[in-house]
């Protein structure tokens, strides 16, 4: 990615996340996507037809309650 958090791919250029600018990321084409991952999580998926792009956020996993936690 360059200093404005920018990937270039196949000539088009696509906005992922200005926090890792100059940072080294995966780049994968899915199904008319490019999901983009840093390290271990996926951070983007951007739609080749449209251009659009989505930040992929995670929920919170569930904490267990104190019964379900017992049940181990």
């Known amino acids: 990615m360059n200093t404005q958090g920018m990937l270039n791919w196949r000539g088009s250029r696509y906005f992922v996340c200005e926090a890792l600018a100059g940072e080294r990321v995966r780049v994968d084409e899915l199904d008319e996507k490019l999901v983009v991952t840093y390290r271990h999580q996926t951070i983007r998926e951007i739609e080749l037809g449209t251009g659009r792009s989505r930040a992929v956020r995670l929920r ?10 017992a049940q181990v």
């Open 60 to 69: 919170p996993a569930r904490s267990k309650t104190a019964s379900e936690a």
